[in-house]
């Protein structure tokens, strides 16, 4: 029902931003809880950020605190990751997710109902 597309990935050097969004169709994602994971070849896919329906409760990973904000614009069915100060281990495949309630574990791939296909993220150093 909720159909999600990932953007903005790509090459960065090391130290450096990108942001990427996540466009929801179907249906409106505006009473939903949404997330951000990433996957790397060698790693299990982890969470990286989450936020509530409204946005103003926001989760992120220990590994990316203070680097990574999350947002959503939910008039435009939008989500969003903002992504500073990136290091070599953030390369992977970054996914949106949408979760069927309003804020959800978090954490747990198993509380999102819905996935993105990814965008490939690459850091060089």
């Known amino acids: 029902q909720v159909q999600l597309v990932e953007s903005g990935g790509g090459l960065v050097q090391a130290g450096g931003p990108l942001r990427l969004s996540c466009a929801a169709s179907g249906r409106t994602v505006s009473s939903h809880a949404v997330a951000w994971f990433r996957h790397a070849p060698v790693n299990k896919r982890e969470f990286v950020s989450g936020?509530?329906?409204?946005?103003?409760?926001?989760h992120y990973a220990e590994s990316v605190k203070g680097r990574f904000t999350i947002s959503r614009d939910n008039a435009k069915n939008m989500i969003y990751l903002q992504m500073n100060s990136l290091k070599p281990e953030d390369t992977a495949v970054y996914y949106c997710?949408?979760?069927?309630?309003?804020?959800?574990?978090?954490?747990?791939?198993?509380?999102?109902?819905?996935w993105g296909q990814g965008t490939q993220v690459t850091v060089s150093s």
């Open positions: 997710a949408v979760s069927p309630e309003l804020d959800g574990t978090w954490e747990s791939e198993a509380d999102y109902d819905y």
């Open positions: 936020a509530g329906w409204s946005g103003q409760i926001t």
